[in-house]
T-cell receptor, first 113, second 110 residues
């Protein structure tokens, strides 16, 4: 069964450092989401792509976060500089299109020290 | 960010019991999804609903898309220990973002 691949699974970084996460969606899925999940809460959308275009990045802290999906396939989420409050699980999900089932990867657990 | 209201917040039940949880919103949605998440893992899709009034089953799980399009319900029959986890609802309207609920934590005792 096809899966959303994310790497790394775990990342520990010092504050003020740069960190990057990678996501490879299920083949053929045009819509890609990056979510942040703080422990004990539901996932919150950071950015949504349709192919290579950003559809929604209204909750992305653009002063330090950036996301790209250059060829409309895999995607990278970057944080620079990382802050202590960025410690969370970063989840990537993909779907064939809007209003269709979204499937999640295993996530990247980020700890900023 | 916006989140949907789920209730109950947590449930502690005995194996074999049935479970009901719900999700409500002040906005209408065209799609409702239910996910289960275990510690340290990403959410796993359980059921997808696309039509108001729709009732969909997946094994022991049954979910309903409320006719007002502002709520959804998930039932688990004859719970087993592996049902333990956090259950999230998620709703989407047209091209808007997929919004998640606050989660219901389920604990099943043998």
């Amino acid at each position: 069964e096809a899966e959303v691949a994310q790497s790394p699974r775990y990342k520990i970084t010092e504050k003020s450092q740069a960190v990057a996460f990678w996501c490879d969606p299920i083949s053929g899925h045009a819509t890609l989401y990056w979510y942040r999940q703080i422990l004990g809460q539901g996932p919150e959308l950071l950015v949504q792509f349709q192919d290579e275009s950003v559809v929604d990045d209204s909750q992305l802290p653009k002063d330090r976060f950036s996301a790209e999906r250059l060829k409309g396939v895999d995607s990278t989420l970057k944080i620079q500089p990382a802050e202590l409050g960025d410690s969370a699980m970063y989840l990537c999900a993909s779907s064939r299109g809007w209003l269709l089932e979204a499937f999640f990867g295993q996530g990247t657990r980020l700890t900023v020290v | 960010g916006q989140q949907l209201n789920q209730s109950p917040q947590s449930m502690f039940i005995q194996e074999g019991e049935d479970v009901s949880m719900n999700c409500t919103s002040s906005s209408i949605f065209n799609t409702w999804l239910w996910y289960k998440q275990e510690p340290g893992e990403g959410p796993v899709l359980l059921i997808a609903l696309y039509k108001a009034g729709e009732l969909t089953s997946n094994g022991r799980l049954t979910a309903r898309f409320g006719i007002t399009r502002k709520d959804s319900f998930l039932n688990i029959s004859a719970s087993i220990p592996s049902d333990v986890g956090i259950y999230f609802c998620a709703g989407q309207l047209n091209t808007d973002k997929l919004i998640f609920g606050t989660g219901t934590r389920l604990q099943v005792f043998p």
